[in-house]
């Protein structure tokens, strides 16, 4: 299962590479924890990416793993989740697509970069709303529960490592539907279904949940509205499908901090 890296009291295990020249570099560059080094390259990496620290400082990370995987203390964002009708955003991230979904096994939904079928590994003709979040390599890479559910199926869908940027959908149509990922599928408390899935990407295919981790079908786990579900070890986006239609309340290349609300609804 490869060795835990340290970030305070949170452990985290090693990244699960492709093989090859490229492959070995980004390990080199993310486990390397000789002094200086690792520090300038923790230093230069949040540079380039304008990554945010999030109050730490650059000695609490012992290499670019624990500095890409660090949280974020948002205790003040979860107060009142309880009075927020509807969805939040599950992921600080950018919107890549925000939909209708079409039901054809063959032919990729235009924007989106996936087939439902292709993308879940079964037929699922209920959904209808498909959203896109991509998380660029200097976002907070811990994905939360858009509302309170309950899961009813987790399983991993084995596929490539390749890059997931958006602005490849046009070469690659089917794009999240052949990395590497990892497939919840849920429902709220009104019983509407949602599935979130967690995409792979480049060279790098690790993906975590580690509330769902010898997960049973039938026993069915439940999160909280704002809750860590998961998070990547490099990497990437998260794909969330609803079984009605949801008008987009953002427009492609918007950005959404995560747990910010992402369109109203009401229950009861």
Not at 46 to 75: N, P
Request: overall charge neutral.
């Amino acid at each position: 299962m490869g060795e835990k890296y340290t970030v305070g009291m949170n452990t985290h295990q090693t990244p699960m590479l492709t093989r090859g020249l490229v492959a070995k570099l980004v390990r080199f560059l993310f486990l390397c924890r000789i002094p200086v080094l690792s520090t300038v390259i923790i230093f230069v990496y949040a540079k380039i990416m304008k990554a945010d620290y999030y109050g730490h400082k650059i000695q609490d990370f012992d290499c670019l793993l624990s500095f890409f995987l660090r949280k974020r203390d948002l205790t003040v964002k979860m107060r009142g989740q309880d009075l927020v009708q509807g969805y939040v955003s599950p992921a600080e991230s950018s919107i890549a697509f925000w939909g209708k979904l079409s039901h054809n096994a063959t032919m990729p939904i235009k924007g989106a970069g996936f087939t439902i079928a292709k993308l879940l590994d079964r037929e699922a003709p209920y959904f209808q709303t498909g959203i896109v979040f991509y998380l660029s390599p200097g976002n907070y890479h811990h994905v939360h529960a858009p509302v309170d559910m309950v899961v009813e199926d987790y399983y991993e869908v084995p596929g490539k490592l390749e890059s997931v940027a958006p602005q490849l959908i046009k070469r690659l149509p089917m794009l999240f539907a052949e990395n590497l990922r990892q497939v919840i599928l849920a429902k709220d408390d009104a019983g509407r279904q949602l599935a979130l899935v967690l995409v792979g990407a480049k060279n790098v295919g690790s993906i975590h949940c580690p509330k769902l981790a010898g997960f049973e079908p039938g026993v069915g786990v439940r999160f909280s509205k704002g809750e860590p579900v998961g998070f990547f070890s490099l990497g990437s986006t998260v794909v969330m499908l609803m079984d009605r239609h949801i008008e987009p309340g953002l427009d492609v290349g918007d950005t959404i901090d995560v747990i910010d609300p992402l369109f109203e609804e009401q229950y009861g």
